[in-house]
């Protein structure tokens, strides 16, 4: 593993251990070049995904988009990072045991706001006004109209 701080690839592992939830190993590792410190994740990966955007064109699946872009929705919302994380890895798994190696960027999207709508409503909302490019704020109303079917009644 490269150092962040000198760019030496002779590092050494200090301390393994699983993650929380398991799904991944925590390295903490340090380079005897420098002396810096830096933690590694390491996480089990079934195949190569490849996302195929509206336009056609091919890109790598990125898990660290996906954090982000849940990130962004949840920004200054009251949810655990242990929560997002799992939301996180359930998607992961769901794209991965598809069986398919190419997934279109709407089924993404589509398996978010559905992680979204049971986490948090706002996040939920968020999301979906980029998804579905709102241009307005009837298109917020209709999907306000929409999630206050789906709850029921809180005082």
């Not at 150092?3 to 929380?20: G, I």
């Not at 109303?141 to 005082?155: F, I, Q, W």
Request: hydrophobic share 30%; charged share 35%.
């Amino acid at each position: 593993m490269r150092c962040p701080y000198c760019a030496s690839l002779d590092t050494q592992v200090k301390d393994s251990r699983p993650t929380d939830d398991s799904s991944s190993i925590r390295r903490r590792r340090v380079c005897p070049d420098c002396g810096g410190r830096f933690t590694t994740f390491e996480r089990v990966q079934l195949r190569e995904l490849t996302v195929v955007k509206k336009t056609g064109r091919r890109v790598p699946f990125d898990r660290d988009k996906l954090t982000r872009s849940i990130n962004i929705a949840l920004r200054k919302r009251p949810v655990e990072p242990e929560r997002v994380e799992r939301l996180v890895n359930g998607i992961v798994r769901q794209l991965e045991s598809s069986g398919e190696n190419d997934v279109a960027s709407e089924d993404i999207g589509k398996i978010v706001m559905e992680g979204l709508k049971g986490l948090d409503a706002v996040a939920y909302v968020r999301f979906a006004s980029v998804y579905r490019d709102f241009r307005d704020a009837k298109d917020f109303g209709a999907l306000a109209e929409e999630l206050s079917e789906l709850e029921p009644d809180k005082p």
